[in-house]
């Protein structure tokens, strides 16, 4: 006679396997059933946050902050300010692709949802492109003095709802795809077609004013056009999708992208002193050598005159060879914040904070921009620390005695909760009919026979 299995302390009643019996000893007191529906037990633990991401979205916020208060020249030296070297564009990118890493962890990470939870994450997404297509548009009511990368961050999750069931490989090939074609098709769409465009397209804009003119800004023509910059949020999901918590996979990450980045941005360099800056200056009768290499710093909205721009990889260019570099390097920042968060954790408390709530920060330093606009520009480096410093402090404080930043908190409710009346947890009739003791016998009757 064999002996049966020993069972584990405080087995719940439902739980015992069929066969099997309890132990004996004393069991947990419970209160009797009054009729009512039984408390449901969740399902999964809740996944714990990666701190190395919220360090990289903090850093990311903190780069935009700086980069949008302090001047873009020195004077002094006559060269362009290290500040805006460091994180003009890059800031911005490395941002778009932990957005693309925030939409992998929402459906799933490295285990992709399907079915029916797939469906709700779709929905939980396109709500999500609702609020800042409305939150944006509001923002750019107000004559802010740079530029509003929510209303083009909406575009950005709508493409890729279509996306989220990929995994790693189809994600990583469809950032090597569009990191190719995006700036291309971009290229010969502003060269074939006298496009007009917005650089911060409101509300009013976007809803009555100037529909079309806001949607080929938002997708072909504005500072963050979704054409282009999709490679950076696809690149982020397929990040998303690998094992983040596998060391060996983040040191293999980053060593990957640092050459990447280095390669790109050798080719680029060489190209540009060899070739490109007097094809381009040839091709491009308005601007003298000077002026395409003061573009070529600064960056921005390049010509439509000769594809040899696609080797420029200065910040805001949308060229093929800025997509490559700068998603290299926004990987390579990932990849470093991972290891530093196995590494000294507690050093970055300030940034895994402000980038908790990077959504209330960003808005909050936009607002900041426009109602303290005169004192920015007489005093950019005392504006640039007291920013810092306020929601530094303020992350700090409210995420100890709240948790979820107010402006995430507010998107997470509207979001979730509109999603779950779309793709409700389960059939409707399920959800809402009442376990009685006549179902509770015939399956107790079922399981005996």
Do not use: C
């Amino acid at each position: 006679m064999t002996t049966p299995a020993p069972m584990p302390d405080h087995v719940p009643e439902g739980d015992i396997v069929i066969g099997d019996r309890p132990q004996p000893g004393a069991r947990d007191k419970r209160e009797p059933w009054n009729g009512s529906e039984p408390e449901k037990r969740p399902r999964t633990k809740k996944r714990p946050r990666i701190l190395g991401i919220d360090a990289a979205r903090g850093f990311a916020v903190i780069g935009m902050v700086a980069v949008h208060t302090m001047p873009a020249w020195n004077d002094g030296v006559r060269e362009v300010s290290m500040t805006y070297e460091i994180f003009a564009g890059r800031s911005a990118q490395l941002f778009a692709l932990l957005a693309g890493l925030s939409l992998a962890i929402i459906s799933g990470m490295s285990k992709i949802h399907t079915g029916r939870r797939l469906r709700r994450d779709r929905w939980n997404v396109f709500f999500r492109v609702v609020f800042m297509i409305i939150l944006g548009g509001v923002i750019n009511l107000a004559p802010i003095p740079v530029y509003n990368i929510l209303p083009y961050y909406a575009f950005f999750f709508l493409f890729a709802i279509p996306f989220l069931g990929l995994g790693a490989r189809s994600l990583f090939l469809l950032s090597f795809v569009t990191a190719i074609v995006g700036p291309l098709l971009r290229y010969f769409a502003i060269a074939t077609f006298d496009f007009e465009f917005l650089n911060r397209p409101d509300i009013i804009d976007m809803l009555y004013a100037q529909p079309l003119t806001s949607l080929s800004s938002l997708i072909f023509t504005g500072v963050y056009p979704a054409i282009t910059w999709m490679a950076y949020i696809f690149l982020g999901m397929a990040i998303g999708r690998l094992d983040l918590r596998n060391l060996s996979v983040v040191i293999k990450l980053g060593f990957y992208s640092l050459v990447t980045a280095v390669t790109f941005g050798f080719i680029s360099d060489i190209v540009m002193q060899n070739r490109a800056m007097y094809e381009i200056t040839e091709a491009t009768d308005s601007m003298s050598y000077d002026d395409v290499w003061e573009l070529v710093q600064f960056g921005g909205r390049l010509p439509s005159s000769t594809l040899w721009w696609q080797f420029v990889v200065g910040p805001h260019t949308n060229t093929i060879a800025s997509v490559f570099f700068a998603g290299a390097l926004a990987a390579v920042a990932v990849s470093a914040f991972l290891v530093l968060e196995r590494a000294v954790v507690h050093l970055l408390e300030p940034l895994i904070a402000v980038g908790s709530m990077s959504l209330t920060v960003y808005v909050a330093h936009m607002l900041f921009l426009y109602f303290f606009k005169p004192a920015v520009n007489d005093f950019p480096v005392v504006m640039t620390v007291v920013q810092i410093v306020v929601a530094v402090v303020f992350a700090v404080f409210w995420k100890a005695a709240v948790g979820q930043g107010p402006l995430e908190k507010m998107q997470a409710v509207i979001t979730k909760s509109a999603a779950r009346r779309v793709v409700p947890e389960r059939p409707e009739e399920f959800a809402t009919q009442p376990r009685r003791v006549e179902d509770i016998a015939k399956k107790a009757a079922s399981h005996r026979e």
